[in-house]
């Protein structure tokens, strides 16, 4: 991505760790992996962007903590889809940072925060609300592996009505196939009797 180029040329390599793929591919990886989103939007000339890029977001600490707690989506507003996802999170001034979880089935924005902060109110901020927020993600995950357990279920026991059935039909195949060899031997014993009887008969008709 392009943003992630020139951020690292204004402002170093050591950052949160950019998500890779459109907002869209972030929600859904987030949802998917239950994990809080953490936006950031940046815009490019305002007077305070600078100052919040170099002093707060690319702090070690608020580095490691952003990397450990969420999964980091940014872009720059002056492209079309920063713009974008301006418009749908209406932020009113910047830096801007929103931080989405599930909740209820759907992605919603928990907590905002605007215009430029320090560090330490940044992290209280976001660790206050993760907080918060934890017990719904908690619920998802049991949820969740709920879900994957009955499902688990269900595929062992379909294999093993499967296995089943494949040994019913086998049983069924031995059946058949061993009544059809007695039926065969059966046969072959009525036609060597009958044979041996024309034979006879034969044999003494010759006689006469």
Not at 19 to 25: E, H, P, V
Not at 46 to 58: I, M, V
């Amino acid at each position: 991505m392009r943003f992630i180029k020139n951020f690292e040329e204004a402002y170093g390599s050591f950052h949160p760790t950019f998500y890779r793929g459109t907002y869209s591919q972030a929600l859904t990886d987030a949802k998917k992996e239950l994990k809080f989103m953490l936006v950031y939007l940046h815009g490019d000339d305002h007077q305070d962007t600078d100052d919040f890029c170099r002093r707060t977001l690319c702090d070690p600490e608020v580095v490691q903590f952003v990397n450990q707690r969420s999964l980091f989506w940014a872009c720059s507003v002056s492209t079309s889809e920063g713009y974008r996802v301006s418009q749908a999170l209406q932020e009113n001034t910047y830096p801007f940072l929103a931080l989405i979880v599930l909740r209820d089935a759907r992605m919603t924005v928990v907590a905002r925060i605007e215009g430029m902060v320090e560090k330490r109110f940044l992290m209280d901020k976001l660790n206050l609300v993760i907080t918060d927020n934890e017990a719904s993600l908690m619920l998802a995950r049991a949820d969740r592996q709920n879900r994957d357990l009955n499902q688990s279920i269900r595929q062992e026991q379909d294999v093993a009505y499967q296995e089943s059935l494949r040994a019913d039909q086998e049983k069924v195949r031995r059946k058949k196939e061993e009544h059809e060899r007695q039926e065969k031997e059966q046969e072959e014993e009525r036609n060597k009797i009958i044979e041996e009887e024309l034979h006879r008969e034969v044999i003494g008709y010759m006689v006469c």
